[in-house]
């Protein structure tokens, strides 16, 4: 079975302080079998030099240079020792009202710089309750990966299941989805993992990543926290090694 991603998206979370302590708290953990990636705030990200696991930006600039004020360039990114960047997650299309256009050129921008995008697609709940779950998910491919796009991830998260208290999608809405994404991409004449985000957390995880087609997770405020994450790798090494 392939090694689990697990990635961690603090948002708007986290201090210097406890950025040093997760980093400390990952030391003292077997990464063997797992891809772990911490996505915290902008400023922080500088810490990957030193760190035990991978680092990503929560978003980049689709432009290289220029008067962008507040904007940060996939190359800027990239010299901090990140590795990845996510694009497209639901806090962007929703508060942010990013489209599929400006998402594919955000996902160019990182190939450029060497960087591996973490593209998000996910149906709300519009969507949902009108039956076009699957339809809104192909469209939001199609639109936001790039014609060449060759090394990325695809994290399905549904806008109306991401956040605190929000309901998870049964396993079968997740199996069906992600199914749909790998038959879509196929058709796009391309393949990724395809990883789950939207309400998980280590009590949810490992039925999560023991559906067929979930390559792995994405959490939010689960990954703030030693006590909260480090069960989540955890329960990623168990999947694959069963």
């Known amino acids: 079975m392939p090694a689990r991603i697990i990635i961690g998206n603090w948002k708007i979370n986290g201090t210097v302080k406890s950025l040093a302590a997760m980093m400390e708290s990952l030391k003292s953990v077997d990464l063997a079998g797992v891809t772990v ?61 990013e489209k599929g256009e400006s998402i594919a050129k955000k996902a160019e921008m990182a190939f450029r710089a060497g960087l591996i995008p973490i593209i998000c697609v996910g149906e709300s709940a519009t969507e949902r309750k009108s039956g076009k779950t699957l339809e809104a998910i192909e469209k939001q491919l199609k639109e936001s ?30 199996e069906n989805a992600h199914t749909h994404i790998y038959n879509v991409l196929r058709r796009m004449g391309k393949s990724a993992p395809v990883i789950y985000g939207g309400s998980a957390d280590a009590g949810n995880s490992g039925e999560i990543m023991s559906i067929r087609n979930v390559d792995g997770v994405m959490v939010g405020r689960a990954s703030l926290s030693p006590a909260d994450f480090l069960p989540i790798i955890k329960t990623g090494k168990q999947n694959v090694e069963q």
Not at 153 to 164: L, R
């Open 37 to 97: 990636v911490l996505c915290p705030p902008m400023p922080l990200i500088g810490a990957a030099s030193i760190a035990p696991v991978a680092f990503g930006a929560q978003d980049v600039s689709a432009h290289d240079t220029g008067p962008y004020t507040g904007e940060v360039s996939a190359g800027m990114i990239a010299e901090t020792g990140a590795k990845y960047v996510i694009v497209g997650h639901s806090d962007r299309r929703r508060n942010h009202c």
């Open 145 to 174: 990966v790039p014609a060449a796009a060759q090394n990325f991830i695809i994290a399905y998260e549904p806008i109306w299941a991401a956040g605190i208290g929000h309901t998870t999608p049964s396993g079968l809405d997740i």
